[in-house]
């Protein structure tokens, strides 16, 4: 049974938005900060955004002041709002626990382009 399930990515134009949703276990969910990683075709899986069980948070430079992590511990979901999509945001997206990994799920297509 997966315990990460990404969801909300598609095909956007440049300047557009989506947000990203990341479903885990309620058994781990709480307790553990979580982040969103990214993956490009031949390019290595990059950290973008992580928040700590109390909620703060980080991010990547190439993603401040555009993306915002959230989380909804009452929901067990973990979010990522993407505003001013450029094309190099293209990428699979994937989200994971960030003190240990666990079996990364299927990700979700992001792609940016006219």
């Known amino acids: 049974q997966a315990q990460l399930v990404e969801s909300g990515g598609g095909l956007v134009q440049p300047g557009g938005s989506l947000r990203l949703s990341c479903a885990a276990s309620g058994t781990i969910f709480s307790i553990n900060a979580m982040g969103w990683f990214r993956q490009a075709p031949g390019k290595q899986r990059d950290l973008v955004a992580t928040i700590t069980s109390g909620g703060s948070t980080n991010y990547a430079d190439s993603v401040k002041g555009r993306f915002t992590i959230s989380r909804d511990n009452a929901k067990n979901t973990v979010y990522l709002q993407m505003n001013s999509l450029k094309p190099e945001d293209t990428a699979v997206y994937y989200c994971?626990?960030?003190?240990?990994?666990?079996?990364w799920g299927q990700g979700t297509q992001v792609t940016v382009s006219s």
């Open positions: 994971n626990l960030l003190k240990r990994l666990i079996d």
